[in-house]
């Protein structure tokens, strides 16, 4: 099956500074990248995907990066603002398994104001 | 109006007991989900429902069994709760299976809490 790693487990950045997550999976059959914010006390929440066609993707302050080759993809988020702080999860879906998708342990970010 | 809905919030139980968690979606989506997630905050498939029909069901205890009365609809019943079944339980609906509409939207999760 697939397996997800996510770096870092936590994250502190100043206000203002950008951050930086990063997602590695094993299975090359993997076509879709998405990434979940969840806030304290909620359910996660899409805030950018990805497909395996597409190299980057640009959202406001919130980009996605993947390179199929390493099997890598990264989230950015620029700017970073208090409110930027949450648990953040990448997740793969397998393009044979139906709509299954594999979650990364996820990252506390902090934002400092 | 609230997309995905879970009932109820919290729950705090005894050890051995029975108890439900309701899910509803009313996004009009074909597949619904169930997911565990523990202390640590790793998010784990439990079940995966397609119109009403079963489609992925990872390695879970049979204590758990998923029903599902209409597509709109994924209840997750638990038997004889254990200690370890503490969690926050996420229900989760997307359009439909592998294709383009992929985003899982989540609901605001049920805290089991198993005394």
């Known amino acids: 099956g697939e397996n997800v790693e996510q770096h870092p487990s936590t994250l502190s950045v100043q206000e203002g500074d950008s951050a930086v997550i990063k997602c590695t999976y094993s299975d090359s059959a993997s076509n879709y990248f998405p990434w979940y914010k969840q806030e304290l006390g909620k359910g996660p929440q899409l805030i950018i995907d990805?497909?395996?066609?597409?190299g980057e993707k640009k959202d406001q302050r919130i980009a996605v990066t993947l390179n199929k080759t390493a099997k890598h993809f990264s989230l950015h988020i620029t700017e970073t603002q208090p409110e930027d702080s949450a648990v953040y999860f990448c997740?793969?879906?397998?393009?044979?398994?139906?709509?299954?998708?594999?979650f990364g342990t996820g990252t506390s970010l902090t934002v400092i104001p | 109006d609230t997309a995905v809905s879970q009932t109820p919030k919290y729950l705090v139980t005894q050890m051995g007991n029975d108890k439900s968690i309701k899910c509803e979606q009313n996004l009009g989506h074909d597949t619904m989900y169930w997911y565990k997630q523990d202390s640590k905050k790793f998010l784990k498939i439990m079940f995966s429902?397609?119109?009403?029909?079963?489609?992925i069901n990872e390695t879970v205890p049979n204590r758990f069994s998923p029903k599902s009365p209409d597509k709109a609809h994924l209840n997750l019943h638990i038997n004889s709760l254990e200690l370890g079944d503490s969690a926050v339980y996420f229900c989760?609906?997307?359009?439909?299976?592998?294709?383009?509409?992929?985003?899982?939207?989540f609901g605001p999760g049920t805290r089991l809490t198993v005394l």
């Open positions: 997740a793969t879906r397998l393009s044979n398994t139906g709509n299954q998708f594999y």
């Open positions: 990805i497909r395996s066609n597409v």
């Open positions: 989760a609906s997307s359009q439909g299976l592998a294709g383009h509409t992929d985003t899982q939207y």
């Open positions: 429902y397609n119109n009403k029909e079963l489609i």
